[in-house]
T-cell receptor
Framework: EAGVAQSPRYKIIEKRQSVAFWCNPI?????LYWYQQILGQGPKLLIQ????????DSQLPKDRFSAERLKGVDSTLKIQPAKLEDSAVYLC?????????????FGPGTRLTVL | AQSVTQLDSQVPVFEEAPVELRCNYS??????LFWYVQYPNQGLQLLLK??????LVESINGFEAEFNKSQTSFHLRKPSVHISDTAEYFC????????????FGSGTRLSIRP
């Protein structure tokens, strides 16, 4: 079965510019997650979708970050405008459903560098 | 709320030596426990998990972890490491509720010397 796909793999932008990341989860997975992984830290959840609805966005900086999963399949995460501290790897993950015991499957991530 | 502490940011070991990666957690509710591995330039992969039952869980590539409720620990061990085990290892916890989010530790980088 195909894994979680993400693009682009790398992105370099200047501060105050905008950027968007795309994620295609494993087919049939209802739950989709976006994580931010800053160098030297573990992944931190930004937003969680159940189908096309937002379940948890409590740690999403909503003044600059937005995410959508319009058809309940693939998803985009946008940053506008970017700040230096947004430099990180953005990971997308998916799972069958929201049950805590279910494994989350991660994509390779998008490494963002903000100059 | 839950938190995870991985005390060692880096662990260098020689090939074929044993290794232990330490993980301690805190939580006011019962939790599931996970170890994820991140190989260079790859995404995270689940290595093993504790849900219930036997406190000793094993992975297919020789790692094992033991859930110790009294010490709130979930240390990862392997009796003999291989060069291919070079990676970053993340301990994580998640509450039973479907509303609970997974909380990751800061990771331990395991480097294997020949």
């Amino acid at each position: 079965e195909a894994g979680v796909a993400q693009s682009p793999r790398y992105k370099i932008i200047e501060k105050r510019q905008s950027v968007a990341f795309w994620c295609n989860p494993i087919s049939g997975h209802a739950t989709l997650y976006w994580y931010q992984q800053i160098l030297g830290q573990g992944p931190k959840l930004l937003i969680q979708f159940q189908n096309n609805g937002v379940v948890d966005d409590s740690q999403l900086p909503k003044d600059r970050f937005s995410a959508e999963r319009l058809k309940g399949v693939d998803s985009t995460l946008k940053i506008q405008p970017a700040k230096l501290e947004d430099s990180a790897v953005y990971l997308c993950a998916s799972s069958l459903d929201r049950q805590g015991a279910n494994e989350q499957f991660f994509g390779p991530g998008t490494r963002l560098t903000v100059l | 709320a839950q938190s995870v502490t991985q005390l060692d940011s880096q662990v260098p070991v020689f090939e074929e030596a044993p290794v232990e990666l330490r993980c301690n957690y805190s939580s006011s509710v019962s939790v599931y426990l996970f170890w994820y591995v991140q190989y260079p330039n790859q995404g995270l992969q689940l290595l093993l998990k504790y849900l219930s039952g036997s406190t000793l869980v094993e992975s297919i590539n020789g790692f094992e972890a033991e859930f110790n409720k009294s010490q709130t620990s979930f240390h990862l061990r392997k009796p003999s490491v291989h060069i291919s085990d070079t990676a970053e290892y993340f301990c994580a916890v998640r509450g039973y509720s479907s509303a609970s989010k997974i909380i990751f530790g800061s990771g331990t980088r395991l480097s294997i010397r020949p």
